[in-house]
């Protein structure tokens, strides 16, 4: 029986992939990003001159979270998780001016 198929080539597969970051940054930023970005898109609605502008608006926060995920280097996993909403912040941050360019490409 293959490695994939065996219990203990499951066990070790799940591990690896809960064990890589990059996976666990891609996961935070699907999963866990919906969940933590609405509390914190509301607190920079507060900032008066961030406020006005919607990719400053995203980027504040994704440049407070890549910082604050730099503090957590004991723990990889919380700092895969910040980093996986920080780039979430970072693709709203940028996809104003993407968006053009993603419909010339598909037409």
């Known amino acids: 029986m293959s490695s994939l198929m065996s219990a203990k080539g499951i066990e070790s597969n799940v591990k690896g992939i809960m064990s890589n ?63 996986g909403v920080a780039g979430s912040f970072v693709l709203t941050g940028i996809m104003p001016y993407v968006a053009p360019f993603l419909t010339r490409v598909k037409n």
């Open 21 to 83: 970051q990059a996976i666990i940054a891609v996961l935070s930023a699907s999963i866990l990003a919906p969940i933590i970005a609405p509390p914190i898109n509301n607190a920079v609605k507060n900032i008066p001159f961030v406020s006005n502008h919607q990719s400053l608006s995203s980027f504040v926060p994704a440049i407070a979270l890549f910082y604050a995920s730099k503090k957590f280097t004991t723990s990889p996993l919380v700092s895969a998780l910040i980093i």
